[in-house]
């Protein structure tokens, strides 16, 4: 098996090349941009995969809001490419995408078939790339997921550990729920899912898969600084904020949770509940 993953450089593309070893060839965007397809067919014949992930997007979701262009280019023209790319390859595509399809009005987890309906561009653009992938490829693997924290790359976790260092008070929302995924865990579910279709088993299509249970990112940031505290580092005083108390260019689901039990049922994989991902990725912070 050979997985060759565009967006290599970004949080998931670094976990994957971490849990693949030889298995993965990472493709950072100064080696093949997406929107390129000349670069993708070069680098489809460099490494000459037997499976395709494409872990690249524009994932700045307030930065989108003011560049839809560029957001569109990279979020659904991209993968558009590729999966045209592995159509005449004969390549299968396992394709990452997000929890912001939905417009978080649910009060249950969000299942694959629910309506979608994103409230921005980043949103918009992702599910436009979902139905390209749909479109241009059967044998495809969309897989969105929600979230997502890693040692290395811009994320909360990340985020909250540096306003630790320089704030004494920190406002963070008490309005949105959703579920943190570890880029590790990701990574694992991703190998399992190639292995499974390499091998035949079927159950090409759409599946959630996130970190096990939910909280808020206030509730996350908590969280955090307890275990922060627990190491004898420095905490801020931590407030609670409306959504409306923080207003963003972005307007972001107030219930991203997703039912991940199809990926349960089809190929097997459980979910982590969150906090264990996110100490795992503590430790691996403070242990680098
Ligand atoms: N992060 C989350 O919380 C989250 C939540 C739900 C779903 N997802 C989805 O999960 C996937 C992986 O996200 P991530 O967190 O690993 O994102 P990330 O850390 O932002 O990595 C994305 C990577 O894609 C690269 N890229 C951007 N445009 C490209 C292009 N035209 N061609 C090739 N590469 C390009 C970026 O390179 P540059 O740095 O050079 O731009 C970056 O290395 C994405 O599909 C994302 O939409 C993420």
Redesign the pocket.
């Known amino acids: 098996m050979t997985l060759l993953v565009?967006?290599?450089?970004?949080?998931?593309?670094r976990a994957l090349a971490r849990a693949g070893g030889d298995a993965v060839r990472g493709c950072?965007?100064a080696e093949?941009?997406?929107?390129r397809p000349a670069e993708v067919v070069a680098a489809f014949d460099r490494h000459r995969p037997t499976l395709v992930v494409?872990?690249?997007?524009?994932?700045?979701v307030d930065q989108a809001e003011s560049e839809p262009e560029r957001a569109f280019?990279?979020?659904a023209d991209?993968p558009a490419v590729l999966a045209e790319a592995c159509r005449v390859h004969g390549l299968p595509l396992i394709?990452?995408?997000?929890?912001?399809v939905f417009d978080g009005s649910a009060r249950r987890p969000y299942r694959e078939d629910d309506p979608t309906a994103p409230l921005g561009v980043y949103g918009r653009s992702?599910l436009a790339g979902e139905r390209a992938v749909r479109a241009g490829l059967d044998a495809h693997l969309i897989l969105?997921?929600?979230?997502?924290?890693?040692p290395g790359?811009?994320?909360f976790v990340l985020t909250m550990l540096r306003l630790a260092r320089e704030r004494a008070e920190i406002g963070v929302v008490t309005d949105q729920r959703g579920s943190p995924?570890s880029?590790a865990a990701?990574a694992e579910a991703i190998l399992r899912l190639a292995a499974r279709l390499e091998a035949g088993a079927g159950g090409f299509g759409t599946f959630h898969f996130t970190g096990g249970g939910a909280t808020t990112w206030h509730d996350l940031a908590a969280h955090i600084f307890r275990r922060a505290a627990e190491r004898g580092l420095t905490v801020p005083v931590l407030k609670p904020l409306s959504s409306a108390q923080f207003p963003t260019p972005a307007r972001r689901p107030a219930w991203s949770v997703l039912d991940c039990s199809r990926i349960r049922a089809v190929h097997g994989i459980e979910q982590t509940p969150w906090p264990v991902l996110v100490d795992a990725c503590l430790e691996q912070i403070w242990s680098a």
């Not at 969105?144 to 890693?150: H, L, P």
């Open positions: 565009f967006g290599g450089a970004g949080q998931l593309g950072g965007r093949a941009d997406i929107t494409n872990a690249a997007a524009h994932t700045a280019a990279i979020n991209g394709h990452l995408s997000t929890d912001y992702k969105r997921t929600a979230w997502v924290v890693s790359g811009r994320n995924t880029a990701l």
